[in-house]
């Protein structure tokens, strides 16, 4: 597990109650005030991560994604180009239909629901909650937040941010690194490296 912060307790939950083997924390800030992380082997820099052999291990980015930030996507590509992978994380209480895809590194929380004909690139969360209808198509290292909803065959590009409680409408498309902020409702498609806000119809450049 790579992080210690609160994304991370939420995926250890998750990887715990499912009986997985956890063989290392990494996180250069204290883990001791996280009750989920205890008796798990706590290392401090990443350069540890070599200590276990490529072909032995699955990593899990713990990284929590902001809107603009790219700090979970270079984590992940630069570990990648050592050799390493990532595992998916699924919460026994998500929904994935049998006919969804899922990357490599994609993690679904509590409460989610993919239905059929979705795809969800590499790296991207689906928060706790969140609704993403069928057909849907959702780029590498997104984050979908708790409760938002993506209504049916809307495609959201790379990096692509929707906030907590946020609609997309169906057939709408997110362009590479937009951002949907809390509560809005989409009702138009937006262009790459855009921003959204509270359901006004003005979109605003980064």
Known sequence: MIGGGGHAAVLMDVLLRQGRQILAIISPDSVSQRTVF????????DEEISRFSPKEVKLVNGLGMLPKSLKRRNLNERLKRMG????????????????????????????????AGTFVGEGTILNSGVIIEHDCMIGRYSHIAPRATLCGEVIAQDNVFVGA??????????????????GATIVNSLDSRHVAYNARPEIYAI
């Open 165 to 182: 409680g946020a609609t997309v409408i169906q057939g709408l498309s997110l362009g590479e690194s937009c951002v949907v902020g809390a």
């Open 84 to 115: 390493y992978g990532f595992e998916q994380v699924i919460s026994p209480q998500a929904s994935v239909s049998r006919y969804a895809e899922l990357a490599e590194g994609a993690q679904i929380l509590s409460g989610a629901i993919v239905q």
């Open 38 to 45: 205890r008796g798990v082997p706590y290392l401090k820099n």
